[in-house]
């Protein structure tokens, strides 16, 4: 298996010791046969146990946290014993007079070694299949279970990967990776509460981790606790001057606070580090159309949906702002109506947010009655979701469509 079971020894179990035992007996036949064979198999034996040497145990190493024995430890060292074959099976032959025996065993090893290979290979087909193929040789390897979360968070199987977080937490419950893991999943899923139990964790056990001070301020902003949030975003800021996680993060909690200089600030400079991230592009245009600036807020959301075609957010904001922004110069009705399809397409027809903005840009361009009927479904999505402020702002809307009056964003102040 890739990971063996990690075994111990008690002093309590006689039986834990018959490998000392076994490893005398060998060691003791060796001996014996020097009169038949010569220093021959002393040799491979010495080559295979010094070769084997740094990793017997004399000197720990970092993987013996999961295992004390892995195959390929013994890759070099096995190039003894496979000498001292090859030289028995060549004596032999040349004893017994029969080139066909070579050929015979020759054929027999290649066949033998080609089909393990084969079997053995087979379990490196795929990240997934090899960790699967692991736990089922190996079921307590903890290990196993947290690269196996990870690789089914990555696919989406959300509930799959928290499964094997807890059974990791379970076999290694001082571990930040695994509380740190779960805490993140939890999050993906929208048990915000139990992600910051978990985030909390992984902080308290190790501090000056950034993706654990950052998976810790993301779950507190989602909560809305937002100063706190702030805090460990700069703690992981100033563990690491330039992790883009952190910055971004930091910029959409300083804009939920309202202060936008500075998550604009912080948006361009994660910008700096990632220039291809839509998301920060798109929160980026967010802050600046807040402030003001509409002008460069559309560029922004531009060049989101040029990385990232399909972003919801991205098309539904860019739309709603050229279809209800108070600058006439930058409104255009039939490309928010063509960009806010998009949006519903892409979202299943089913977003009473799209919904609105679609209803918005049929309005500005002077398609009412196309307006009105979709107005009217955002409402009923909205109060079916209980979003009672949005159907109330969404019924003032429809209103104005009703008397044929797009509706408008209030003029923001532009600051110096």
Known sequence: TFIYPKWTISPEHLLDYIWLVAAMAVCMAIYWLRRYTGRSVEVAAAFFLATLSPVLGFIMLFT??????????????????????????????????????????????????????????????????????????NPECGMAHTNLGIVL????????????????LQMQPNSWDDEYNLGTA??????????IVHCETAVTIQPNDPDAQV??????????????????????LA??????????????ALLEKGELDT??????????????????????????????ETAEAIQHYDKALEISPKSIPALTNLAWVIATCSNG?????VRAVEIARRADELSGGSNPIVLRTLAASYAEAGQF????????????????????????????????????????????????
Request: with cysteine; proline share 2%.
């Open 153 to 168: 968070l990555e696919k989406g199987q959300v509930d799959e990967a928290i499964v094997h977080y807890r059974a990791a």
């Open 263 to 292: 998550a604009i600030q912080h948006f361009r400079a994660a910008l700096l580090i990632q220039p291809e991230h839509a998301d920060c592009h798109t929160v980026l245009a967010v802050a600046l159309d807040e402030k003001g």
């Open 64 to 137: 013996f946290r999961y295992t004390f024995v892995a195959d390929h430890y013994q890759y070099l060292a096995c190039i003894g014993p496979i000498a001292l074959a090859s030289a028995g099976i060549v004596s032999l032959a040349d004893a017994l007079k029969q080139r066909v025996f070579i050929w015979s065993a020759a054929v027999f090893a290649v066949a033998m070694l080609a089909v393990l290979t084969w079997r053995q290979g087979s379990m490196y087909g795929d990240i997934e299949r090899l960790w699967r193929i692991t736990l089922a040789r």
């Open 215 to 236: 998976a810790l301020g993301s779950v507190l902003l989602e909560k809305k606790r937002i100063d706190e949030a702030i805090m460990h975003y700069q703690k992981a």
């Open 186 to 195: 939890l999050l993906s899923k929208g048990e915000v509460d139990e992600a």
């Open 329 to 333: 110069s930058l409104r255009n009705g």
């Open 239 to 252: 563990i690491r001057p330039d992790y883009f996680l952190a910055r971004c993060g930091l910029g959409r």
């Open 369 to 416: 009655e196309k307006a009105t009927e979709t107005a009217g479904a955002a409402i009923q999505l909205s109060r079916l979701s209980g979003d009672h402020s949005l159907s109330r702002a969404l019924e003032e809307q429809l209103r104005l469509y009703r008397l044929g009056i797009p509706y408008r964003e209030a003029a923001k102040l532009k600051e110096p």
